[in-house]
Nanobody, 127 residues
Framework: QLQLVESGGGLVQPGGSLRLSCAAS????????IGWFRQAPGKEREGVSC????????NYADSVKGRFTISRDNAKNTVYLQMNSLKPEDTAVYYC????????????????????WGKGTLVTVSS
């Protein structure tokens, strides 16, 4: 069974930063797209960012462009989400997910296309 484990969530003040990690086990990230998604209370799950681990290509939701950066360390089998200039509206449970991808494809932040999911980590942005 493929496993993804998120970490790095917590409480941060508006304008602050956090770095989330998504560690994969029992499979290698090299052939997968990894996405970050979030779900706030009472809202639908939404895509935040993704990376094609084969090509390095990335994609971002408009709401986080310029503030969040996704990166991968294939040697550590881990994907990161650096979140800067955090806003209260970024408060949510953040999930990482994986799906197989070809080297040519652009990864998608549509959560319907993801096959494997972690259990999430809570990010709270509040003063």
């Amino acid at each position: 069974q493929l496993q993804l484990v998120e970490s790095g969530g917590g409480l941060v003040q508006p304008g602050g930063s956090l770095r989330l990690s998504c560690a994969a086990s029992r499979f290698t990230l090299d052939y997968y797209a990894i996405g970050w998604f979030r779900q706030a209370p009472g809202k639908e799950r939404e895509g935040v960012s993704c990376v094609n681990s084969r090509s390095g290509g990335t994609n971002y939701a408009d709401s986080v462009k310029g503030r969040f950066t996704i990166s991968r360390d294939n040697a550590k089998n881990t994907v990161y989400l650096q979140m800067n200039s955090l806003k209260p509206e970024d408060t949510a449970v953040y999930y990482c997910a994986a799906a197989p991808i070809t080297i040519q494809a652009m990864c998608s932040i549509d959560y319907h296309g993801m096959n494997y999911w972690g259990k999430g980590t809570l990010v709270t942005v509040s003063s």
